[in-house]
């Protein structure tokens, strides 16, 4: 027997919806503070009991609601918020589909209290899952809204059957309420669970009060180890704080994205900051951030999902290299001073940090660790005298020669040789007094504080590893290879690109299969290609042709590397596979080419390194991630060894 096609019932229909809007308890918050942001509060309080699943009360001081509209503000597709097609296009609020209040009463005991400003007395709307009709009668009840929803799911239990324990409920609940908080720093938030206060947070309208409400949300140490953006350009605006990669997480947990203040969850966000941390988090690490993307509402479609956490760019590509190039400067541009702890001051007043044009500065005398009887330490030129590159780095250097002709070999033979010449033994240094008065203890040059460097003077070399120095401070300790690794690799990225992308035939070029798709994507893109020193031709409806790659990329697996850039084209509208490739390259060599351990080091040409330190781009990780040096401060010393009990 044939089924014929019917109308569902108004119970049913929203329960279907209530599917996708209702999951737990945490979505009804959600719903619920969204209309109360739009309502214009400043000051909105959740109560929760038994994680939300017994009650969830949520009270508002904004414009309220009229008498008339509020049985329709139950139904189905009834807002106040769109009108027409163009609202649509533009939203400009949280909520417009006009599903949630309906969803919610449809598997739950539903109470909305509210009053209008001008109103001379409140009224109520109860419903409940059952009939879904909707009662209204007169209330006690301030300014503002009040809704209290009990017993979810209490008419469909096989669906309260998938609500975890309370603990969880309630976890995914107050991490509801920390988006919303750090969405809207003028409102006043306070979250109660079962009669106690977890959260209470002040409206936030200056920048430090602001800065406290993350550190209160998140962690006090992530703003510590935190660096604040605020960037405009193309239209687009992005605000916020990126954390360092040394304070990685091994979890996306403190990962906050705004799209016009609505917390979102986009895979191109994503990729654009994953590529942006790329050369400088550890493997397997996370970032943090809480960061803020304001753009033209018309350039945004939020009307994605019913949830309303996916949205969708008109311009993707854009967005996605505004974001990858901004965080990627603003990292760039952390030096050592930044990274220092906060305060900056010790108790006679000595400021540490520099402002960054005194950083770039090039460095003199004392400042660059010269002493009176010290010769100043050429970084830039190969020494007249070097013992030549060690059999490792020769190889190194010979297999990246062949592989980019391009390049000039001299210039990176240069750059590998002036740091052989710090990596080299000094051989019968113990013979000689006259050298081995540059490893001998010596007094560091004088400096009234304001003028010492951020990372300070060496003092010592510890077991061959670890450079330790004098800063304002306190003590810092430097890892010698990571440190030259990352000075080693930034330059040879900085020669590399001088030269330009220098690419070769192939003699035979190769056929690669590929979807319909990809081939559209390869056709359609093959001028970016060419710009990265790729030549591609379609030669069928799913094959292309590869004529002519880059020469870094012989040793390569280029069908697989040509593959996985139309996947990223397709997806984010750009790819950096063969620039991250190459970069891998670079940086075994600067791994290779760096000061090893065991190595002596005197004192100009450690502080020649930490100078160098100080002025070279994202010098707190080594090309693996890990971290170059660290500050420990006077108060931390004294604690170790219980001074001022």
Known sequence: M??????LSPRLANQIAAGEVVERPANIVKELVENSLDAGADRIEIDAEQGGVKLLRIRDNGHGISKDDLPLALSRHATSKIITLDDLEAVGSLGFRGEALASISSVTRLTLSSREKDAEEAWQVTAEGRDMVASVSPSAHP???????RDLFFNTPARRKFLRTEKTEFSHLEETVKRLALSRYDVGFTLRHNGKVIHSLRPATRPIDREK????LLNPTFMDSAVHIEREAAGLTLQGWVGLPTFSRSQADMQYFFVNGRVVRDKLVVHAIKQAYRDVLYHGRQPAFV????LDPKLVDVNVHPTKHEVRFRDGRLVHDYLFRTLHKALADVRPDAQLP???RLDDGVQTSQSLTQQNAPASGVEAGEFSEQTRLN???????TAGLQSNNYQALQSASQANQGVSQNAVAEQLQAYQAMSQPLAGAVNNPEQMNNFAPQPLPESDGEDMPPLGFAIAQLHGIYILAQNAMGMVVVDMHAAHERITYERLKVALDEQGVQSQPLLVPETLAVSEREADAAEQHAEEFRHLGVEIARAGPESILIRQIPVLLQQANVAQLITDMLSDLMEHGSSDRILAFRNEVLSTMACHGSVRANRKLTLP????LLRDMEATERSGQCNHGRPTWTQMTMPELDKLFLRGR
């Open 2 to 7: 044939t089924s014929r096609i019917h109308l």
């Open 143 to 149: 300014v503002g809204t009040t809704i209290e929803v």
């Open 213 to 216: 409400r993350v550190a209160q």
């Open 291 to 294: 960061l803020y993307l304001w």
């Open 342 to 344: 906060p305060g900056g």
């Open 379 to 385: 970084w830039q030129a190969a020494p007249a005298q």
């Open 605 to 608: 040409e450690m502080n020649a």
